[in-house]
C-alpha cells in the first residue's frame, strides 16, 4: 500500500478532530475553518521530465525497463518528504521538487550500476526509503534527480541466533522487518513513530531513535556493520560488535542521510522477543520535578524499556495520548503525565517495574495506574494522523527536536518554547507549544516540541521565522539540531554551525572522495559547493 | 615518577620470575637465560638533533624555552612504546626512532602553535600521552620528529554532577584521573592493563577498553565531547549524549591515534564511586563451556561488571591471576577459570550477583570462591611486570588481541593459537599460546592472546612471522585486528585490508584536510602517500 501523497499513512485511518478540539483551536488559537480546494493525485501535473533519453535507457539498462517510473503519479509520490510545510506545499498542488524518474534497483550491484548511470548522465540520486523524512531530507538543491526508491531491496538476508545478529536490506519496511524477525523468535525493538512507514536504510541514515530507546538503545546502537553503494564503489565495515581498529567508519555512515553513498545492508543487534509488555502512567506535580525523576531512572536505575514525561501544556492538552487527544480538558489536566514501559522477561520486567516503581515514587511521582500506559501505546503512531486532521481544519502543527545534557535541558526548554512562542505571537497566531522528554541517556536527554497554532495567510512562509527561532535557540541553549529527525535541508545551516567549519570540511573531504560529481543528495546535510 | 625506560613501570616494582616457573620455561620452552649486558639509559647515546636551531627556536617561543627538551634522557625515553620488539630493541640501544626533540605544551593554544611551528619547519608530530602503546603507535614514519608530550595538560577542567559529565584534560594519567573524580564522589571507570601509565588522550586515541567494561563500557562509550587540535585549527564537537545531527564526529576522532590532530580535551561520562566491590572465581570444564556462559551472561544479563575467562593452558598456568603466576601447577590446572566483579550499590551489587552465579552454575559453572577474584584484582596491572621478568629470564613473552561476533569466536580461537604454535614452532621455538575474553557485548567478544617461546637468536625477526600470521588467522576468520590495542604502524597494513581502499580513502581523505602536510604521526594508522 501506497501511503497518502499529500499527508500521513493509510488513506483509511485519517480521522477529523473530535469536537472538543475544534473548539478549543477555534477559542484558544482563532483558527477558522480553510475551504481550500481539495486536490487529488491525479489533479496534479509535475512539470515535464528533462532528462535526456539515453539518460533513461542507460537507468533501464541497470534496473531494468519496468523498475524506472516517469509517470505522474509515481513522481509525484517521490517529492519530498513529511514536514508540514512539505505538506502544506503538496496539498498546493507545489511539485517542484518533483524527481525526473523512480528507479528501483533489485540489489546492491544494481544500485552501483544506478549510480554510474547517473554520473554518466549527470543526474542527481536521492536515496528514497519509506519517504518519511521531516526535515526536507528528499529535496536536492538540484533540479535534474532521480529518487532511488529501495522498496524492492526487502529481505531478511541472514539471521544468526547464536550472535543475535540480522543482515536486513535497507527498503524493507519497519513492521516487515519485525515480523520477519518475530517469525524466528527475535524483535529489533525499534519504534519510532514513523514505524508503520519507515524503512532499515532510513533508519540507519537518518539515525532514528524510537520510543523504546530507554531499553532497547537508538538505532545507530543497534547497527553492527553496513554495506554502502557509493559512485566510487562500496564500503563494508563491522567485523565485531567494538574494535580499536581506527575510526568507527560505521559511525561515519550513520547519519549520511544518503550524501554519502546508498546503504545497501545493515547488520544489527536483535532481542528476544519480549514475554510482557507493559505501560503504565506516572503523574509529577511539574515538569521539572518529572524530569527529575526520569534523570534518577536513567543515571541510576534501573531502566524502564520506555521512559516518556509530557509538560503540562501537553499533558493539558491530552497529547501525551494522540487518540485520546481533548480527553482530559474537562479534568482541567493535573501536572505532567509521565509513561513508564517495561518490556522482556516476566521476572526481569517485574523486578524492573517494582523498583523504578519505588524511585518515582520517591520523586514525588504518582501512579497512574495502566489505562495511560494502554493510551499512550495504542496511539504512539497516531500523531501524524492528528496533524492532517488539525491542517484539514485550518490549524498550524509541526514539530521539532533537539537534545542536550542535563544540565542544559531546563534552559534549552525555556528557550525553545519562548522563542516560538514570541515569534509566532508577533506575527499574529500565538500558538500551543507542547513538549515532551522522550528519550533519556545517563548524561541527557531529549526534549520534543509540538507547535499549534492559526496558519498564516502563506502558512508555510508564516512557519519559517518562528522555526528559525528555535533552531537559533537551539544553539544558544546549548542543543544539538536534532536528536533524531536528522539534517535534511531544513537543519543544514544550524548543523554546519554546529558541527563547526574543520568538522564540516572534514565532512566535506569525505564526500568529495565517495561521491566526486556531487550527485548524491546534494544539499542535504553538507552545503553543495 | 617516569616509568622504566626499557620496560613497565615502576623499576621498584620489578620482581623475578618464581622458580617453578623458570623450570616450566627450561623444561616445556626450552628457554635458556641470556647474558645480554645490562644497558643503562644513560649508555643510550641517540643520534645527534639535526632540526634546524630556527625549528627549536619556534617551539620553544611556542611553550617556552623550558618545555623543549632536547637532552639524551628525554629523547630516549619518548622513543616508542612498550610492544615487546619495543623493548627489546631499546634493550639493545637501538633508538634509531629517537624524536629531535620532547615539547610540553600547557594547552589547546600551545598545541596549536607548536602544530604551527612543526609545519613550517617540516618537523613531524607525535602526540605522546603514557608513552604506553603497544602496536608501534609511537613509531612514525618520518625520521625528523618531535615527541609532542601532553602531561603538562593533565587538569580536570569541569565536573557537572546533574549531568554526570566531567572534562578533562589529554595528558591526565588515569590514577590521578580517578584520584581527582574520588574527591567529588565519582568514579570513570576505565581500568585497562595500562591504567597506572595511561592517560585520558591516550584513551581516547587508541579507543582503550577497561577490564571492568561489561559494567561501564568501553572509553569510546565514555567520551560525550572531543576537542580536536589540527594544523588546520580546532575540532569541537559534541552537545548531547545523542544526537542526529550527521556522521558522529566523536567517532572519527576517537581512534584517529593522532594521525587527524591531536585530542586536548575529552568529556567523559562519570558515575557514583561504587559502594561495593566484589570479585570472584568460577570453573568451567572447558573454554567452549565458559565461552557459552559469559555470552548467556551478556545477552540475557544480569551484566557483571568485570567478566573474563582463561582457556584451559591460561588457567593451567596460573596466568589468570598474574601475581600468582605458576601457583596453580602443583593443582594440575582444572578446567578454565573466569572472574565475575560487581560494582555498584550494595542493593544492585547483591541482585546481579545471585542472579548471575545461578546463571554461571545453570551453564556448568563451579564457584570457586572470592580467592581468585582477589588475587585477580590484586594482579590485574602486574602482567607487564611478569613480561619483563620473562625477557629477563631470556624468554620472549607477547600478547595481541581481537575481536569478533560470538558465532565466530570458536574457529577464531583455534586459527589465531594454530597460526601462532605452528609458526614458532616451525621455527624451533614451540610457544605456549594462553588466551582470554576479557570483554564481552550482546554480539561477540573479544579474545585476548598471550605467547611465550623461547628466544630467537634474534628475537624481534623470529616474531615477526608469527605475528604476522596471527594478523592473517584473525582476517581469514572474521576477526578485527585490533579490539583496544589500536593499530598503530604494526596492524596498520592488515588495518587496511579491514577497512578496504575505499573506506581506507576516505580517512585518507580526512586526514588531507586536517594535516595537509602529513605531520601528524605519519605511516600510523594510514599509510603514507
Redesign the interface.
Known amino acids: 500500500m501506497d501511503m497518502l501523497w499529500n499527508g500521513w499513512g493509510d488513506p483509511a485511518k485519517a480521522a477529523p478532530l473530535p469536537e472538543t478540539v475544534t473548539g478549543l483551536l477555534h477559542d484558544l488559537l482563532g483558527v477558522k475553518p480553510r475551504s481550500t480546494p481539495v486536490l487529488g493525485l491525479e489533479d496534479v501535473r509535475p512539470p515535464a521530465v528533462t532528462a535526456a533519453p539515453a539518460a533513461l535507457r542507460a537507468l533501464a539498462a541497470a534496473v531494468g525497463d519496468e523498475h524506472v517510473r516517469t509517470d505522474a503519479q509515481s513522481r509525484v509520490r517521490h517529492t519530498r518528504g513529511k514536514s508540514t510545510p512539505d505538506l502544506l506545499r503538496l496539498r498546493a498542488g507545489d511539485v517542484s521538487d518533483v524527481p525526473q524518474a523512480v528507479v528501483l534497483p533489485a540489489g546492491h550491484d544494481e544500485v552501483l550500476d544506478v549510480l554510474r548511470a547517473c554520473a554518466a548522465h549527470g543526474l542527481a540520486v536521492v536515496p528514497f526509503g519509506g519517504g518519511t523524512s521531516v526535515v526536507g531530507g528528499l529535496a536536492p538543491q538540484r533540479s535534474a534527480f532521480v529518487a532511488l526508491d529501495l522498496r524492492r531491496m526487502n529481505g531478511l538476508l541472514d539471521l544468526?541466533p547464536?550472535?543475535?545478529?540480522a543482515v536486513l536490506q535497507p527498503g524493507l519496511r519497519a513492521p516487515e522487518a519485525e515480523a520477519l524477525l518475530a517469525a524466528e523468535g527475535f524483535t529489533l525493538g525499534h519504534f519510532p513513530q514513523s514505524f508503520e512507514w519507515a524503512t532499515i536504510g532510513g533508519y540507519a541514515a537518518?539515525?532514528?531513535?524510537g520510543q523504546a530507546s530507554a531499553g532497547y538503545g537508538?538505532f545507530?546502537e543497534m547497527v553492527?556493520a553496513l554495506t554502502l553503494a557509493?559512485p566510487?564503489?562500496?564500503?563494508?565495515?563491522g567485523?565485531?560488535?567494538?574494535?580499536?581498529?581506527?575510526?568507527?567508519?560505521?559511525?561515519?555512515?550513520?547519519?549520511?542521510?544518503g550524501a554519502f553513498g546508498v546503504i545497501t545492508s545493515v547488520t544489527v543487534?536483535i532481542?528476544?522477543l519480549p514475554e510482557v509488555r507493559v505501560y503504565e502512567g506516572w503523574r509529577f506535580g511539574s515538569f521539572e520535578e518529572g524530569t527529575a525523576a526520569l534523570?534518577r531512572l536513567a543515571?541510576?536505575?534501573p531502566r524502564p524499556t520506555v521512559l516518556r514525561l509530557s509538560d503540562e501544556t501537553e499533558t493539558f492538552i491530552g497529547l501525551a495520548q494522540p487518540d485520546a487527544i481533548g480527553a482530559d480538558l474537562a479534568s482541567g489536566g493535573a501536572g505532567c503525565l509521565a509513561i513508564a514501559g517495561y518490556e522482556g522477561?516476566a521476572e526481569?520486567t517485574a523486578?524492573r517495574r517494582e523498583r523504578a516503581a519505588a524511585v518515582l515514587a520517591d520523586c514525588g511521582g504518582t501512579p497512574a495506574g495502566a489505562e495511560p500506559g494502554e493510551r499512550w501505546a495504542h496511539g504512539r503512531y497516531s500523531a501524524p494522523y492528528l496533524r492532517d486532521a488539525l491542517l484539514d481544519a485550518g490549524a498550524f502543527a509541526e514539530t521539532l527536536e533537539?537534545?542536550?545534557?542535563?544540565?542544559?535541558i531546563p534552559d534549552l526548554y525555556t528557550a525553545v518554547r519562548t522563542a516560538l512562542t514570541d515569534t509566532l505571537t508577533r506575527a499574529g497566531t500565538p500558538p500551543l507549544v507542547m513538549c515532551h522528554i522522550s528519550?533519556v541517556?545517563?548524561?541527557?536527554a531529549?526534549l520534543y516540541f509540538t507547535v499549534v497554532s492559526a496558519q498564516g495567510e502563506d502558512p508555510v512562509a508564516h512557519w519559517t521565522p518562528a522555526k528559525h527561532a528555535a533552531n537559533e535557540a537551539v544553539l544558544a541553549a546549548?542543543?544539538?539540531?536534532?536528536?533524531?529527525?536528522?539534517?535534511g535541508t531544513d537543519?543544514r545551516d544550524w548543523?554546519v554551525r554546529?558541527?563547526?567549519?574543520?568538522?564540516v570540511?572534514?565532512?566535506?573531504?569525505?564526500k568529495?572522495?565517495?561521491d566526486p560529481d556531487g550527485l548524491l543528495n546534494p544539499g542535504v546535510?553538507l552545503p553543495t559547493d
Open positions: 544468526d547464536v550472535s543475535r545478529t537518518a539515525r532514528s531513535s537508538r545507530d553492527l557509493t566510487e564503489g562500496t564500503i563494508e565495515t567485523r565485531a560488535p567494538r574494535s580499536a581498529a581506527g575510526p568507527d567508519l560505521r559511525q561515519l555512515i550513520l547519519g549520511s542521510e543487534r532481542r528476544p534523570r543515571q541510576d536505575g522477561t526481569d523486578y533537539t537534545a542536550a545534557f542535563w544540565s542544559r528519550h541517556y545517563e548524561n541527557g531529549s546549548g542543543g544539538t539540531i536534532s536528536h533524531h529527525h536528522g539534517v537543519h548543523y554546529e558541527a563547526g567549519p574543520l568538522g570540511s572534514a565532512l566535506r573531504a569525505v568529495r572522495r565517495l546535510l
